[in-house]
């Protein structure tokens, strides 16, 4: 099997597919994506604990403004205004220095508690697909 699909909430769908060596991270209904290579996600891997903590600051009702770079135009975001984790593409506009978000990207619902959130079932079925993963290339 090339392909595995996992449900990680509501309409949205973890699709693994071994040929190409991506993550896709889709909304049934309105087709957003977020795509993750091996090496976007152990650099998006590198931020999580500080993802966790902008969520723990947001869930006692703190202001939060967090972005941070994790390649290839990707960033993961959480900030007061919108109760998300967002994954999303930004750009440069030519002449300018301050970056902008694309439409390309998902973002995922906080429920009230944490532990139910779509945020982290992505993030444990994501280990749990790389690492076998990571466990099949090394046989290679």
Same mark, same amino acid.
């Given at each position: 099997?090339?392909?595995?699909?996992?449900?990680? !909430?509501e *309409?949205?769908?973890? $699709?693994? *597919?071994?040929?190409k060596e991506?993550i896709?991270?889709?909304?049934?209904? $309105? !087709?957003k994506?977020?795509?993750?290579?091996?090496?976007?996600w152990? /650099?998006?891997?590198?931020?999580m604990?500080?993802?966790?903590? #902008?969520? *723990? /600051?947001? /869930? #006692?009702?703190?202001?939060?403004a967090?972005?941070?770079h +994790? !390649?290839g135009? =990707?960033?993961?975001?959480? *900030?007061? &205004?919108?109760?998300c984790v967002?994954?999303?593409?930004w +750009?440069?506009?030519?002449?300018?220095?301050?970056?902008?978000?694309?439409?390309?990207?998902?973002?995922?619902?906080?429920?009230? &508690?944490? #532990? &139910?959130?779509?945020?982290?079932?992505?993030?444990?079925?994501? &280990?749990?697909? =790389?690492? /076998?993963?990571s466990?099949?290339?090394? $046989?290679?």
């Open positions: 099997m090339k392909t595995k699909t996992y449900e990680i !909430g *309409n949205r769908v973890l $699709t693994y *597919n071994k040929k991506v896709t991270i889709c909304d049934k209904k $309105t !087709g994506e977020a795509v993750f290579t091996p090496a976007r152990a /650099s998006f891997r590198l931020y604990d500080e993802v966790d903590d #902008q969520l *723990n /600051s947001l /869930s #006692q009702d703190r202001d939060v967090y972005c941070a +994790y !390649g135009g =990707w960033h993961v975001s959480v *900030n007061t &205004s919108c109760r967002d994954l999303r593409k +750009y440069v506009p030519f002449g300018k220095t301050e970056r902008k978000p694309t439409r390309t990207g998902i973002a995922l619902r906080l429920c009230s &508690s944490r #532990q &139910s959130s779509i945020y982290n079932a992505t993030t444990q079925t994501l &280990s749990t697909t =790389w690492r /076998s993963f466990l099949i290339h090394k $046989t290679k």
